[in-house]
């Protein structure tokens, strides 16, 4: 058996009881291994951060628990109806997007998470190059097999920026805002941002992977320089430093509430709660989608999620894709 997958069922041991004192007698009967090596995956998980003391004449108990990602730490308490049922965990991967469509395409489950500690090749929007240092945010992509038609798909983004937003305010304390088409602001500097990529025929959707990064510890030295739009993190705006589990678990409550709700009553309910969301609202923008620059009020989203701007000059333009600023 792997090696991570070990410490991961000890782990498990404990976090199943906070009050538990295994012995390594217990632990060698129930996992099958010796009490040496019970002995080396201990002090592994101490290496790790986890506070494990041990008890004179009775074993271990874990009194203190690392802000790691691992899927038992994530999966304790979570009680979710799908969402995280399965976790995937790594310490460092090209990209948790990549990751969970490899799963997909092998048949994972609905609900599947991965997760990732460092990203190497974390990717944003129309390819732009997401920072991911180890240690400090959240990295994670999760699996949905929709029934739905191909062009419905966007609507998803819209329900995981709502659930991210939830996740920040619940967790964190702060109230943030979205910016279209998949970002989510803090004082006009991005906190987290979404990237939805989908498997599909004409006839329907074979699944869709949420993929969602957030700022949540990282300080300013982190950010690179050559960032296009202002970064934060939960860190830097408020001066504390915010549990990645707790907050990796509040975000898949949210959305195992939100994807039962929209199965069920469609866009509706998650457009309205992401246009409450969004600052430019009734607002001035100028779009630019490259070939051509749009200006005019935002109008709000239409059934796939583009944006509806109505012009200066008369008529109403549908944004499929394009950058929203504030116009002058």
Known sequence: ????????????????DPEVILSGEDLSQRLGI???AVWKHIRQLRTLGYQIDAVPSRGYRLTTQ???????AVQSGLETISIGHRVEYFAETDSTNLRAMELAEQGAQEGTVVIADCQNGGRG?????????????LYTSIILRPDMAPIQAAQLTFLSAVATARAFEAVAGIEVQVKWPNDILVNGCKIA??????SAETEGVHHVVLGIGANLNMSREQFP????????????????TVSRVAFAQELYRQLDRLYPLYQQQGFVPIRLAWEALFYLQGHKVEVDCGADVFTGMVAGLADDGALLLDLEQGGQQVIYAGDVSVAD
């Open 34 to 36: 010796s009490r040496a």
């Open 1 to 16: 058996m792997a090696e991570h997958t070990m410490r991961q069922q000890i782990l498990e041991q404990f976090l199943a």
């Open 193 to 198: 941002g979404l990237l939805n990529e989908l």
């Open 225 to 240: 320089d050559d960032l296009r739009r202002p970064a934060t993190s939960v860190l830097l705006e408020t001066g504390q």
């Open 66 to 72: 690392a802000d790691l990602l691992l899927p038992a």
């Open 125 to 137: 929007r129309m390819g732009r190059r997401w920072s991911s240092p180890a240690g400090v945010n």
